[in-house]
């Protein structure tokens, strides 16, 4: 019995070392240089290789490699050729999910003020920053032209993204905002609307106490105008509770949200921040075909005649 335990062992410890073997001193410095060198790494990230494994592909073993910076730590697989020549990044998607379905999964969209349809299947979700300059130039592409043109096709929905580090006010507005939107969802697009379009009002104020009692005037004044209960919105005002604007943060965040406007249109990024309008409506319409719908037709594309001299 003892012999055929020890036995067992061996054979354990063959398959192991079949299955994941070591990367040699020379190799892996070859693969060092050729990661630092195509990454263009700095100095301060460390390159470590994990054993390799057998893989799926003929001539071919599995290499991850992680690259750790700080608190920052990165995992790659690669394709590291049996004769030791050639590495190939290898990136494994799964056919069977929908990123974008997972994306849009990530929201919560609940008690958002909706412009369009709240019952599209197309869904643009823009994270936004009221005090941000390229928020407002996309803001002004959003409402009113694409709504216009895409109506009752498209739910449009506005979450906060407030980028507090460099815009002091941006946090107020944030939260004087959903203090409305609790009440009127006219209300808050009114304001919504007014700050993106007249952002240099509030920068302009000295200091940001009357930046601040500026924001909130203003959101009474949209309250009267919707005729919510003005002591509730002022108690709220008062109240200034960040949690609702910092869970939409983290949850852009875990997006990859690092910037605004981040703009997402049926789980699909639309990279670029504030794009023109034309490449906004290509993303627009290949969702609604997605969803099996029509898209709207859009203005003629004014042509650039060749004038005389």
Not at 249 to 278: R, Y
Request: glycine share 6%; aromatic share 8%; proline share 6%.
């Amino acid at each position: 019995m003892a012999f055929f335990r020890r036995a067992f062992v061996l054979f354990l410890l063959i398959c192991l070392g079949c299955s994941a073997q070591s990367v040699s001193p020379e190799l892996s410095r070859k693969i060092e240089r050729q990661v630092r060198s195509y990454y263009s790494l700095p100095p301060r990230v460390n390159v470590v290789l994990s054993p390799l494994k057998a893989s799926e592909f003929p001539n071919y073993d599995i290499l991850t490699v992680r690259l750790a910076g700080g608190e920052k730590t990165s995992t790659y697989d690669f394709l590291l050729s049996k004769d030791r020549n050639t590495l190939i990044r290898m990136t494994r998607l799964d056919l069977s999910k929908d990123p974008y379905a997972e994306v849009m999964n990530k929201m919560d969209l609940r008690n958002r003020p909706v412009r369009g349809n709240r019952n599209a299947k197309v869904v643009a979700v823009n994270y936004d920053d009221f005090q941000c300059p390229y928020c407002s130039r996309m803001h002004e592409t959003l409402f009113p032209q694409l709504l216009r043109e895409y109506g009752d096709r498209v739910e449009f929905v506005y979450k906060d993204f407030p980028l507090a580090e460099i815009h002091p006010w941006a946090m107020r507005a944030a939260v004087d905002s959903n203090c409305l939107a609790a009440q009127n969802t006219d209300a808050y697009w009114e304001l919504a609307d007014y700050l993106h379009a007249n952002q240099r009002e509030f920068n302009s104020q000295k200091g940001q106490e009357a930046q601040f009692s500026a924001l909130d005037r203003l959101t009474i004044d949209q309250g009267q105008k919707h005729s919510v209960d003005i002591p509730k919105l002022q108690t709220c005002l008062k109240a200034q509770d960040e949690t609702a604007v910092k869970i939409s943060v983290k949850e852009a965040e875990s997006l990859g949200v690092d910037g605004t406007p981040a703009l997402f249109i049926n789980g699909e990024k639309v990279e670029g921040g504030a794009l023109p309008i034309e490449e906004l409506r290509v993303v627009f319409d290949r969702a609604l075909q997605d969803a099996g719908l029509t898209p709207p037709p859009h203005p003629a594309v004014p042509s650039s005649g060749s004038g005389g001299k």
